[in-house]
């Protein structure tokens, strides 16, 4: 599955985490421990931690003057890895033109550097998601580290049946405002489903009664690797995508990114009052320069995510866990680090969830055996029409016919800036 990873471009950090001659940031993707910086021009390097020398660390060197100098020896790098000096070594005997620090291609868009870990010499296009391409003034980009693996993580963004207990257990239509969509998500916990293979990877629709002659949709997309689009929003303006970055195998990094005008999520109740547990803030500890120190949450295993049982017991907050992501971080970091599949029980709301791990297997079993190039990667373009949402049809509507029709209506930030 790393090889899978390999071929693609990873959002790896906000471009604002670099400032220009400023500190080397520690950066684990993919298992390795790299060092990110910016240099006096505003290129991005990656590099390997590890000073080609001696091995001693380069998150300890000087970023000066256009590369990271290794302050054991003198040694300096520029942002593609090659030797620009050899201070130590006397000016007849340098071999500087023989010495290269391991770097990766980084490159910046819409206030993230990207990463390619990939063997090509000529890296694949960036991925033409909706969200990834529009300005960094469009979107708004949050990051949140998971203590547990990519996909384990992920998969929470395609179960769509959780959202009527993790998150909305303590919640009735009653409380709602007469007009919310949500009712049909908290009058009828127990949706049924439409799933399928797409060309970027897989979709579910999720459906119930939606009153009289009526149908409720809920859809939602993976995207290979690693991205997802939840159905949170109104499906013609919900621009809002998200990836699960692995940093090793028992950590990940959430990325997400939101159309800056999209309307907000509703999360109050008929009276204006925000719903208990509802918080949707970022709850962060302070940055720190290890390999696990970037964009941790407060609430964390040794805490019991912050669990209030007084607030749980009282049936307000079912979980009696404050924010959206905040509880789904609890429950899939209390699976362990990698859940034991073995021990799952699968139902019908897990559809969506077997889909896509037999879609992955077959996509990184066509790369490891056939040398397949997996989709996405040559072809980024498959990705750029696919949207998630919810939405209410007439009752007599198929699952694609009701796909097709809000996808030509749905707002199209991109095409609208060109135009």
Wanted: with cysteine; proline share 7%.
């Amino acid at each position: 599955m790393g090889q899978l990873m390999r071929q693609y471009w990873l959002p790896a950090a906000m471009s604002s985490e670099l400032p220009r001659d400023g500190a080397p940031m520690r950066l684990m993707l993919l298992g390795e421990q790299l060092i990110a910086f910016r240099d006096s021009k505003g290129r991005v390097g990656v590099l390997d931690h590890k000073c080609p020398h001696r091995c001693a660390s380069l998150f300890l060197g000087r970023n000066e003057e256009g590369g990271l100098r290794c302050v054991y020896h003198g040694w300096k790098f520029d942002a593609e890895g090659n030797c620009v000096d050899m201070p130590s070594v006397p000016p007849q005997r340098d071999f500087k033109h023989l010495v290269k620090a391991k770097a990766y291609q980084a490159v910046e868009r819409n206030g993230l550097v990207w990463v390619y870990m990939g063997e090509r010499r000529e890296a694949p296009p960036l991925p033409a998601i909706e969200a990834t391409l529009l300005p960094e003034t469009e979107v708004q980009i949050a990051f949140v580290q998971r203590e547990c693996n990519w996909l384990q993580a992920l998969e929470g963004d395609i179960d769509t049946c959780h959202f009527g207990f993790l998150h909305a257990g303590g919640i009735n239509a009653q409380m709602l405002p007469d007009d919310s969509i949500f009712r049909y998500t908290v009058t009828n916990r127990a949706p049924d489903y439409h799933v399928a293979d797409t060309d970027a990877g897989t979709m579910y629709a999720a459906y119930r009664d939606g009153g009289p002659d009526q149908t409720y949709w809920r859809f939602a997309n993976f995207m290979l690797p690693f991205w997802t689009q939840t159905p949170q929003g109104k499906f013609a303006t919900h621009l809002h995508n998200r990836a699960w970055v692995p940093m090793d195998d028992h950590h990940t990094m959430f990325v997400s990114l939101r159309w800056r005008h999209e309307p907000p999520f509703v999360t109050d109740d008929k009276e204006g009052r925000l719903m208990p547990g509802f918080s949707r803030a970022f709850d962060y500890l302070p940055n720190t320069t290890d390999w696990y120190g970037r964009w941790r949450l407060r609430g964390r295993p040794e805490n019991d995510w912050l669990i209030d049982r007084e607030a749980q017991a009282s049936g307000g907050n079912y979980t009696g866990i404050n924010g959206i992501h905040a509880q789904d971080q609890a429950v899939t970091e209390s699976m362990g680090p990698i859940t034991d599949h073995l021990a799952e029980h699968l139902g019908p709301s897990d559809m969506m969830i077997m889909r896509t791990r037999r879609r992955l297997l077959k996509v990184a079993r066509a790369l490891r055996d056939k040398g397949e190039v997996p989709p996405g990667v040559d072809d980024p373009q498959i990705m750029h029409p696919v949207r998630s949402g919810d939405f209410v049809t007439d009752a007599g509507l198929g699952w694609r016919e009701a796909y097709d029709s809000q996808m030509r209506a749905a707002v199209r930030p991109l095409r609208q800036a060109a135009e």
